[in-house]
């Protein structure tokens, strides 16, 4: 069974500049997550999706980033303008369904300078 | 704000030995998870235990949960040096049902051969 795929692996932008990361989960995954894992810590949600719907999103800096699901199945999640904070590893993660155990992607490691 | 505390923040020991790692929490929750990153897998969910559970075993692993003191322990036995990783406790919060996971900051363990 294929993983969750994420690219691009790295990235590294000047601040001001945009960027985005594209996620595909495990065939059959209801449930879609991306988090923002900054060095030293844990990851922490940014938005979650059931299907096309957003779950939540409380804690996404709504201002700069967006995100979509379209049709249920591979999600962006988009940073415009960055800044420097928004270095990163930005983790997608799906389930089968809410509350079932997460499946991560490698991850995208943004560098912003 | 993250609801999961590690502790011991970093953990050395020697290939055989057991490795404890300790995981305190704020909320009432419905279930507890622990996971392992490193650099070549990425983040890898281990073990479930759900807030009526006290107790679970996965081969080497061993966690335990009191909701009474609001922690959780994760026993690894016979430790190898591909077990060195960072691990993360997650919690799921009672009054969420979305599956929504708050992690902890986690606890950076190294094997040597």
């Known amino acids: 069974e294929a993983g969750v795929a994420q690219s691009p692996r790295y990235k590294i932008i000047e601040k001001r500049q945009s960027v985005a990361f594209w996620c595909n989960p495990i065939s059959g995954h209801a449930t879609l997550y991306w988090y923002q894992q900054i060095l030293g810590q844990g990851p922490k949600l940014l938005i979650q999706f059931q299907n096309n719907g957003v779950v939540d999103d409380s804690q996404l800096p709504k201002d700069r980033f967006s995100a979509e699901r379209l049709k249920g199945v591979d999600s962006t999640l988009k940073i415009q303008p960055a800044k420097l904070e928004d270095s990163a590893v930005y983790l997608c993660a799906s389930s089968l369904d809410m509350a079932d155990p997460q499946y991560f992607g490698p991850g995208t490691r943004l560098l912003v300078l | ?113």
């Not at chain 2, 305190?24 to 070549?40: E, F, V």
């Not at chain 2, 890898?44 to 922690?71: F, P």
């Not at chain 2, 979305?98 to 040597?112: A, D, M």
Request: charged share 20%; aromatic share 8%.
């Open chain 2, 1 to 113: 704000s993250q609801q999961g505390e590690e502790d011991p923040q970093a953990l050395s020991i020697q290939e055989g030995e057991n490795a404890t790692m300790n995981c305190s929490y704020k909320t009432s929750i419905n279930n507890l998870q622990w996971y392992r990153q490193n650099s070549g897998r990425g983040l890898v969910h281990l073990i479930l235990i759900r807030s009526n559970e006290r107790e679970k075993h996965s081969g080497r692993l061993r966690v335990t949960l009191d909701t009474s003191k609001k922690s959780s322990s994760l026993l690894i036995t016979a430790s190898r040096a591909a077990d060195t990783a960072s691990y993360f406790c997650a919690t799921e919060a009672f009054y969420n049902q979305g599956g929504k996971l708050i992690f902890g900051q986690g606890t950076e363990l190294s094997v040597k051969p």
